[in-house]
């Protein structure tokens, strides 16, 4: 899912989301990938704007949002906290397998 924000027929800013199926339960769960607003309009709404939009198609699936980004962004933390969101696990572990690694 791409939502985009526009201003003046300008791009300023969006919110790129997957829809993602779980095995274990019957409905699936919207991974919020990616959350960008160009610099000039950040601290405008533009972010909360979007985020809300995808909490609101995500709420009439019924399905769960979740988002990841670390303690040391505490700015995201801190927006992400605003909407509501809650800190499930505190100890969660990045693990990235560069390309070539597989043997």
Known sequence: MLLVAESAGETIGFAWAHWLDRLSRDRQHLFLYELE??????RQGVDRSLTNALLCE????????????SHSNSGAALFYESLGGKVKNGD????VYPYGVAT
């Open 37 to 42: 607003v160009d610099g000039e309009h950040q």
């Open 58 to 69: 995500a709420g009439s699936r019924k399905a769960d949002v979740f988002a990841f980004t």
């Open 92 to 95: 969660d572990l990045l693990l």
